[in-house]
């Protein structure tokens, strides 16, 4: 074993007291890092999934009708208030041909083209507002897994099949094959037999998303072979948004990423992550003071069997080795014994806080990654903590480090 290892250990056992608190204090500051990071991760992650869990990452749609002035204001006296036009459901132009380019668009995962608007669901004397989209079931799978969400029924749409959420179907008192009647504004009317039920958490969307085949919806909404917007999943979630200024400037469609309709969304998330930033640093601030503070009285209790090594002919390397390898067991041990702590208080938290429905409010977040950085950084403070220390033993003058010793 080293002669470094040996005077290392001998000096962490002969302070046992001190071995064991500052032990404790690296292990405790290193669970609550591990804690709060795991916990922030997982809420995040399960927050992120619940909100792309019903919507597609990026949404390309028509751009929007806008006013043209067609009179001269300097010829001509007008009105000093211009109204914005109406706007009205309108197809993407040559959606058809446009699609495969959108598809192998870099980033991009899969296309789903959509016809929706607004409609009404009547059976018997209840009526109730929807949004009812027409979709390919096979494309929209890939965007929005509203399959693995159903409560009754399954996703199939064909023919005048639907499918409509869980809010709605309470709403109507139907269930699984029973037929409802869905009209639109402009009088057209289909009676739909529902094919199946769906929960998507949400529940306005229950209340309000009606799925049927994209023909029929082209026939009810008025869109001949046509779209009202192209729904994308990209892989990345957080650059969806160069993704679809890129589209947007290809194209010359709208087209919006999730993170701009969920600004505050991400802005709450990056505030927690600058708290949580800010508590690694306070936090790996207080473990280096602490390490730093036992082994300088280390050095001060230890000068006579500093000065007898020192005499003995050890040389400063393997003095300053003896109290960085303290720094670094200090650091290591403490480490893995509040990796351990943090782990089962995660998993505690994420059984004891569940949803309104018994359903986890989000999955632990602990993975190797976060362990072995948490490690690698709680090493080197340990290291930079034991350096000063370290320094001072080994500028000691054997004379008289043994006659004050």
Do not use: C
Not at 367 to 375: P, Q, S
Request: proline share 4%; net charge positive; aromatic share 4%.
């Amino acid at each position: 074993m080293p002669f470094a290892l040996i005077v290392a250990l001998r000096f962490l056992r002969e302070g046992r007291m001190q071995t064991v608190l500052i032990l404790g204090g690296v292990a405790i500051g290193v669970a609550v890092v591990v804690f709060i990071t795991g916990l922030v991760q997982g809420l995040q992650a399960s927050l992120i999934e619940r909100t792309l869990g019903s919507q597609a990452h990026i949404v390309i749609r028509p751009p929007e009708e806008r006013t043209q002035p067609v009179l001269d204001r300097a010829a001509s006296d007008v009105a000093a208030r211009v109204e914005a036009r109406p706007q009205r459901l309108r197809s993407i132009d040559q959606w058809e041909s446009l699609l495969p380019a959108v598809v192998s668009a870099p980033g991009v995962v899969a296309a789903s083209p959509m016809a929706t608007g607004a409609a009404f669901a009547q059976r018997g004397t209840a009526s109730k507002a929807i949004a009812l989209r027409g979709v390919d079931p096979d494309r929209y799978r890939r965007i929005v897994r509203v399959h693995e969400d159903m409560v009754a029924g399954e996703f199939r749409l064909s023919g005048t099949d639907g499918v409509v959420g869980v809010e709605l179907a309470r709403d109507l008192g139907v269930v699984v094959g029973d037929r409802i009647r869905v009209g639109t504004p402009e009088g057209r009317e289909e009676v739909i037999t529902i094919a199946g039920i769906f929960d998507l958490g949400n529940k306005d969307l229950n209340q309000r998303w009606v799925f049927v085949t994209l023909k029929l919806a082209q026939t009810l909404l008025d869109l001949p072979g046509g779209v009202s917007t192209i729904e994308l999943t990209v892989r990345d979630i957080f650059g969806a948004e160069p993704v679809a200024a890129r589209i947007e400037r290809e194209t010359g469609l709208l087209a919006e990423s999730w993170m701009k309709t969920n600004a505050q969304l991400l802005v709450a998330m990056r505030n927690q992550d600058i708290s949580t930033t800010t508590v690694r640093v306070f936090v790996t601030l207080v473990v280096a003071l602490g390490i730093a503070s036992v082994l300088v009285v280390w050095v001060v209790q230890k000068q006579k069997e500093i000065g007898i090594l020192r005499a003995m002919g050890a040389s400063r390397l393997r003095i300053m080795a003896v109290f960085l390898l303290q720094g670094s067991m200090l650091s290591l041990g403490g480490s893995m014994a509040g990796t351990v702590v943090a782990v089962v208080l995660v998993r505690i938290f994420a059984r004891v806080f569940v949803n309104a429905d018994g359903t986890p409010m989000f999955v632990p977040d602990v993975g190797w990654t976060l362990v072995l950085t948490t490690w690698a950084i709680a090493l080197l403070t340990g290291i930079l903590a034991a350096s000063l220390p370290a320094r001072r033993a080994a500028q000691l003058d054997p004379v008289i480090a043994i006659r004050l010793g």
